[in-house]
């Protein structure tokens, strides 16, 4: 077996011979970030209250990199499993058989055991220092060994498929505690899910974006699910090998967190009563899929819920409550007690009845105002079933459950979907109607046509107008208009500007704004309850793109290299690296002095390149006429399998320069086998951001990325 446990800050230059192997810095080692004047980590992490509440999920409570080693279970021939974990991870990998010695060594990495060898691999062995995943590659039709699946902790189905690398991102960020979506999900202030339908996932792919535009989560409802060789079969339920592929295809499909139900048929679902332990093993094994949300029914026992949420990893539990008896009341004693018994081992309790009179919703909206004089614990998430419960559900602020027009049918009586809630609301008086912008040095360009395209699908009664910055003081008028809601700015203001009253933590620190958005207040500086806040999205979209293929930590203390025409260019770029505590950044034709140059080095000559170690990622945001000075370095510091073992190899580069540039850096940057984005991934997670802050609504990468097709809309 090939081990591979090299040093991983010493890999040779392939390109100058005379470049040293070790990395030197080049004026002594750059201030750390941890003693710099500006603490990222805390703004990352704890956003002030004025900041954002919203974010697609990327941002990590913790970038800790894993404590444990990483032991992946694989079968032969698939030994490219192990080093596809240990690049996503940044990590070394071995093959060595014995975790007992290896767990021993201080170095954490990613260890590959044959399956076959994993029992006799584990003798002797501190359980508490690995973290085992067993990985189990379905194209060749066959499933995980239970027992298998049962001694590990986590498992991974996959299929090589261009989504694969992505798709293991998430899986890996998420049980390692990495990405939380749910932390970033719990403060939005309304959260929807599409409930799925269909029999085979496959036939949801090709309209998944559109379906989840709207949406912050998908529910998978395994009992719908109708595998092919027992359709038919009376009282059946799919397999946990058809679940397993399913919710693969389903996971590469969309970057949305999924939530995992198997619904009983005493609440409208398929998923036979006679045995709970059927569903403690798929409710177990999705947690074991990292699926980050499951479902657990309130009337499965008490041990069985239980152990779920002792067992839970990183995956939340929703306690589910159905009631279609149609006498059931929100008044009664056994609807407090009802909620009492779910919030023992749920983060969120889900509480639903069937009625048939209007006033079961102001019931509900007075048990709901109960729960919340309760103070903290549990979301609730509570609607009717029925035509009349739908007032409720568009009431229901946390994970309201929607469908689509293009589901093959609804998942529960009086379901309505993203749009029908939010014309509700409006017609309510409850989302007034707004006028946002796009500012730029540009008129009605397609990025607002794209921006009126959401608004009109999500059912929002805003209006969506590009207009020019203009001379000084137009944008004073704009935002000062009664009706204005929000908008976009491009390219972005310095945050100084003095007529936005406040502004988030990381607009300061980068000083630029690009997104006005409106916040609720207690009083409002405006008069209407809300205030305008300076936001910057930039940061974020970036960093969106840089956690893609690498789990947050695999960038922690690795060395970056940015260029740009100027600091300003290069800012949200810094902060966005800085988010994930990269280690030494170099600066190339620009040298910083606003807040975030403590501890950023200029490359000040040719020599200079050559005294850095290899950089983990570079970032291009030069001008476009010297786009091209960028190749140089990547291919200098080209990726090759010779100086840096297969497991370090993984380097990022992004291009985030707009407009016709010199030379190819992204084409040239991917024949030197670096990890490539343009700006136009940026861009489209810029926008996923953007529109959260503006209208508070999620519309997924995917449909952004979609939408702009080859070049950004
Ligand atoms: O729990 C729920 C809510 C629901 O029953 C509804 O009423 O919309 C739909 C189900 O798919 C989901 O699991």
């Known amino acids: ?60 409570s913790s970038i ?51 399956a076959q060898d994993l029992v006799h691999s584990l003798e002797g062995c501190d359980r508490s220092t690995l973290v085992l995943i067993n990985t189990h590659c379905v194209e060749d039709g066959s499933a995980p060994e239970d027992q298998l699946s049962e001694i590990c902790d986590y498992e991974f189905l996959y299929s090589h498929s261009l989504f694969l690398r992505r798709y293991l991102t998430r899986f890996l960020s998420l049980i390692l505690g990495q990405t939380r979506p749910h932390e970033d999900l719990r403060t939005k202030t309304r959260t929807n899910f599409i409930s799925t339908t269909f029999p085979d996932v496959h036939a949801a792919l090709p309209n998944l974006d559109i379906l989840s535009v709207g949406s912050d989560a998908v529910e998978i409802r395994v009992d719908l699910l109708v595998e092919p060789s027992l359709e038919g079969v009376p009282g059946s339920v799919p397999s946990l090998k058809y679940v397993g592929q399913q919710l693969m295809l389903l996971r590469q499909h969309t970057e949305l967190p999924i939530i995992f139900t198997t619904r009983c048929t005493k609440e409208n679902g398929k ?19 990292g699926v980050e949300y499951v479902d657990v029914e309130l009337w499965l026992p008490e041990d069985i819920r239980r152990c779920l949420a002792e067992t839970k990893g990183n995956s939340i539990i929703m306690s589910a409550f159905h009631d279609f008896s149609g006498s059931w ?116 360009t397609p990025h ?47 945050s100084s500007t003095t007529y936005i009253p406040s502004v988030s933590d990381a607009a ?83 040298k910083a002095f606003g807040p975030l140059a403590v501890g950023l080095e200029p490359f000040t000559s040719i020599q200079s390149v050559k005294l850095v170690e290899q950089p983990f990622v570079i970032v291009s945001a030069l001008p476009p006429e010297k ?43 991917t024949s030197a086998g670096w990890t490539a984005y343009g700006s136009e991934d940026v861009s489209a997670w810029t926008t996923v951001e953007t529109l959260r802050l503006l209208v508070g609504q999620n519309v997924p990468f995917d449909f952004v990325r979609m939408a702009s097709g080859r070049s950004l809309f």
């Open 508 to 590: 300061r620190a980068i000083g630029l704004i690009d997104t006005i958005a409106m916040r609720p207040t207690a009083e409002g500086s405006n008069g209407n309850g809300t205030s305008l806040i300076g936001e910057n999205t930039a940061w974020k979209g970036i960093r969106s793109t840089l956690t893609r293929d690498y789990v947050p930590s695999a960038y922690r203390g690795r060395a970056a290299i940015i260029l740009a025409g100027s600091e300003t260019d290069a800012s949200a770029a810094i902060f966005a690296l800085r988010s994930l505590e990269v280690g030494p950044i170099y600066t190339v034709g620009f």
């Open 448 to 494: 607002s046509m794209f921006m009126e395209k959401c608004l009109n699908e999500l059912g929002l009664p805003h209006t969506f107008s590009s207009i020019d910055r203009g001379p000084k003081g137009t944008m004073e008028s704009v935002i000062s208009q009664p009706q204005f809601g929000g908008a976009s700015v491009n390219p972005p203001i310095p």
């Open 329 to 444: 009341k929100w008044t009664s004693p056994e609807a407090q007690r009802i909620f009492t018994e779910s919030t023992k081992y749920a983060d969120i309790v889900k509480m639903i009845a069937m009625v048939s009179t209007i006033e079961a919703n102001y019931e509900l909206e007075y048990f709901r105002s109960t729960v919340k004089n309760r103070g903290p614990g549990p979301l609730l998430s509570a609607v009717n079933m029925g035509q009349m419960g739908q007032l409720s559900r568009a009431l229901n602020t946390v994970f309201s459950p929607i469908t689509h027009p293009l589901l093959p049918m609804i998942a529960a009586p009086g379901q309505l979907t993203a749009a029908e809630i939010n014309e509700a609301l409006h017609i309510m008086g409850q989302l007034p109607k707004r006028d946002l912008y796009a500012i730029g040095s540009f008129r009605a």
């Open 627 to 669: 786009s091209l000075l960028v190749q140089p370095l990547l291919r200098h510091y080209r990726t090759n399998g010779r100086s840096s073992p297969p497991s370090t190899r993984g380097k990022v580069y992004l291009d985030l320069t707009t407009g016709s540039r010199k030379g190819d850096p992204l084409g040239v940057a």
């Open 1 to 60: 077996m090939p081990t591979a446990l090299p040093p991983m800050a010493t890999p040779l230059l392939n390109e100058t011979a005379a470049v040293s192997a070790t990395a030197i810095p080049l004026v002594g080692p750059p201030t750390n970030n941890a003693s710099s004047v500006l603490n990222i980590a805390s703004i990352v992490e704890n956003p002030a209250p004025e900041s954002s509440n919203h974010s697609n999920g990327a941002v990590a």
């Open 64 to 114: 800790d990199p894993p404590s444990r080693t990483v032991v992946i279970v694989f079968r032969p021939t698939q030994e490219h499993i192990v080093h596809l974990v240990a690049e996503v991870l940044g990590k070394p990998w071995t093959t060595e058989t014995s975790l007992a010695t290896l767990t021993k060594a201080n170095d954490v990495v990613v260890a590959g055991v044959l």
């Open 271 to 289: 998923f036979p009563m006679g045995d709970p332990t059927l569903f403690y093993k798929y409710l177990r094994r999705a947690i074991q899929w």
